[in-house]
């Protein structure tokens, strides 16, 4: 790039490039700057198994950006002229148990209903009811997602005006667990939800994460889950193509070092090769914010700032993945139905079963008995050569282990052959033989590989209500400017929405394109 250009996105993750994206249909001359050889951060797909077969890194459904306008609307074409393409089952997930009777989830209410009712006609009954009063509130949970997110006090205000309103507020402070258990009776549906409620690495039992439930369930129905078609990088490749046909550019292997700050304006950014990115009008970036510390930001900070970014809450747990690519699709001992899933998920049946988990992995131990797994390939024929398949798999599991992260160097292999045996139990042909390549990703691996995932954490630090909503990433920053330094912006997991691919782009957007005297909906319209 010959010129200087009007905004840097430091970072080519998912939500980097989402900003970048709205930037360059308004107009704005916009440079990308991803310090990997590719960019999507936790959104990308590669052959690191075998030759044909394609690999989701990390994220591989996307589910809540289904709603967000960015694909709902396809504001920025990205659907409808740069290639992405999704696949929308029926038959979303079914959770298995230890006798393989199995509860399955469908996008039809119905047909949920009465697979639940299996268990507990009683629970069928009030799933429904649930979901009903879920999606009576959904345009008021979703407000803040997909648009910038109101301070956490202004949020409460206006929850208090109203009955449901302060209803909504308290299941905003309960467990998602303790919600559960005001509703539903059998401990298969009970446990589902939890593990539901814990997708975004969160104990259910934590108090705060009781919203969660009303998000899913009705989101899962009304939207269903969506797979892209070649891969969950496929979002990424077309908003890069979205990027560069709008004029801005995308450069990989171009880490970012330091940011310049003068003045209190950061002005540009310093990259590890020693060259110096001046940006005419602002930085954006989605680096996790405990990267930024005073010495990446080469200026001094706030005392408060710097506060809280020593006292941020973590996740709770972390991720062990691993994938395959296997000979044959595999076949589970619970049945057709459970074959045809999109997803298939392993839990215990009984309510203490599920509770020890959490106390598992919050002590540094290991659990190998209830990974959750994805064979996409019978969906999408672009994800395996002809009659082979793919397999995501991945279970919960500590970074901190007792001994130390280190150990995962140690266990790593081990612990994927337990949990792959595991597996292949609860199936009716998989075994070793039937396995043609496989690539396994321990919490520390994450943090190796990808540099805003610190400790492993995909979510960048912890969804308890002090880091949700209006008060991510703390409350003394809320929202997507960075406390005390002008023309730095933040965007992706460490903000509102949060973490999952969610769209939160089109949010952190919106200030930024205030500040350049940007009208966001004239560019959504054109």
């Known amino acids: ?11 080519g993750g998912s939500s980097g490039l989402q900003v970048a994206a709205y930037l360059a249909k308004a107009g704005v001359d916009v440079l990308v700057l991803e310090g990997r050889e590719f960019c999507g951060g936790g959104v990308v797909t590669r052959e690191v198994t075998a030759p044909g077969f394609k690999t989701d890194i990390a994220s591989t459904c996307h589910v809540f950006i289904q709603p967000n306008p960015l694909i709902k609307d396809d504001e920025l074409q990205l659907q409808s002229k740069y290639g992405l ?32 009712a299996q268990f507990s006609k009683k629970d069928a009954v009030a799933y429904r009811k649930f979901y009903e009063w879920g999606c009576q509130q959904f345009g008021m949970l979703t407000a ?14 206006l929850l208090e005006t109203g009955v449901e309103g302060r209803e909504l507020l308290r299941c905003m402070y309960v467990s998602a667990h303790d919600l559960v258990l005001e509703w539903f009776e059998s401990p298969q549906l009970i446990n589902s939800l939890d593990r539901w409620a814990s997708e975004n690495m969160a104990d259910p039992r934590v108090d705060g994460s009781g919203i969660n439930l009303l998000l899913m369930i009705p989101v899962l ?25 709008r004029g801005g550019e995308v450069r990989v292997n171009s880490k970012v070092k330091k940011f310049k700050v003068s003045g209190g304006k950061c002005t540009g950014v310093i990259l590890e090769s020693g060259e110096e990115i001046l940006a005419s009008k602002a930085v954006v970036t989605n680096f996790n914010i405990r990267q930024l510390t005073e010495d990446m930001l080469g200026t001094s900070m706030p005392d408060e700032y710097n506060h809280n970014l020593k006292v941020i809450r973590k996740q709770q747990f972390m991720s062990f993945h691993q ?73 919960y599991a500590p970074y901190y282990l007792k001994g130390g992260p280190q150990r995962w160097d140690e266990i790593k292999e081990d612990t994927a052959n337990k949990v792959f045996e595991q597996w292949c139990s609860r199936t009716k042909n998989m075994n070793s033989s039937k396995v043609l390549g496989r690539w396994v990703h321990s919490p520390l691996d994450f943090e190796r590989n990808f540099p805003a995932y610190m400790e492993g954490q995909i979510n960048h630090l912890g969804s308890q209500i002090s880091h949700n909503f ?56 054109k």
């Open 470 to 525: 209006g008060n991510r990433p703390f409350p003394a920053m809320s929202g997507y400017r960075l406390m005390g330094i002008e023309s730095l912006y933040l965007c992706g997991p460490s903000t509102p929405p949060g973490p999952g691919v969610l769209g939160g782009g089109r949010a952190a957007v919106q200030p930024v394109m205030a500040d350049l005297g940007i009208d966001f909906e004239d560019v959504i319209s």
């Open 1 to 11: 790039m010959s010129k200087k250009p009007e905004v840097i996105v430091a970072g």
């Open 221 to 245: 129905h009304m939207y269903g889950i969506a797979i892209p078609k070649g891969g969950s990088g496929a979002l990424t490749d077309s908003l890069i193509r979205s990027i560069e046909d």
């Open 323 to 395: 994938n395959y690519a296997l000979d044959e699709v595999p076949q589970y001992n619970a049945g057709s139905i459970v074959d045809d899933s999109c997803m298939v998920e392993f839990c215990p049946d009984t309510l203490e079963g599920m509770q020890q988990l959490w106390v598992t992995f919050a002590y540094g131990n290991l659990n190998y008995e209830t990974p959750i797994s994805l064979s996409y390939a019978k969906y999408d024929p672009t994800r395996a050569p002809a009659g082979k398949s793919t397999l995501y798999l991945y279970q």
């Open 85 to 116: 393409e999704y696949i929308k089952p029926d038959n979303i997930l079914s959770v298995v148990y230890p006798d393989d009777r199995a509860l399955t989830f469908y996008k039809d209410l119905d047909k949920t209903c009465e697979s639940i």
């Open 144 to 157: 803040g997602m997909y648009a910038p997110a109101p301070p956490f006090g202004t949020l409460v205000s």
